[in-house]
Nanobody
């Protein structure tokens, strides 16, 4: 069992930056690929990006590529989402998720509770 806790959300003006963190419980964090998703009320959950367990390979949705960066620190059981050049359309609840299989959107077995990001225009 893996428990995930996100933090770092908040209110920011358009063009600003935020860094989200997701801390995982357990000793096997380094074996999991990690993903970030977001969801706005009334919309489907959207894939934001993912990082393989070794931290070498990352993947991004086209809507955030070049603005967002995913990284991880396996020694701290933490994955990060650095968000730059934020736009109002980035407003959503952001979730981290863990997968022992891969980075496909249906592969994630564990989810955090989410953290709200609001970008004002």
């Amino acid at each position: 069992q893996v428990q995930l806790v996100e933090s770092g959300g908040g209110l920011v003006q358009a063009g600003g930056s935020l860094r989200l963190s997701c801390v995982a419980s357990g000793r096997t964090f380094s074996t999991y690929s990690m993903g970030w998703f977001r969801q706005d009320p009334g919309k489907e959950r959207e894939f934001v990006g993912a990082i393989r367990n070794n931290g070498v390979h990352t993947y991004y949705a086209s809507s955030v590529a070049g603005r967002f960066t995913i990284s991880r620190d396996n020694a701290k059981n933490t994955v990060y989402l650095q968000m730059n050049s934020l736009r109002p359309e980035d407003t959503a609840v952001y979730f981290c998720a863990a997968s022992s299989h891969g980075v496909g959107r249906s592969d994630y077995e564990y989810w955090g509770q989410g953290t709200q990001v609001t970008v004002s225009s």
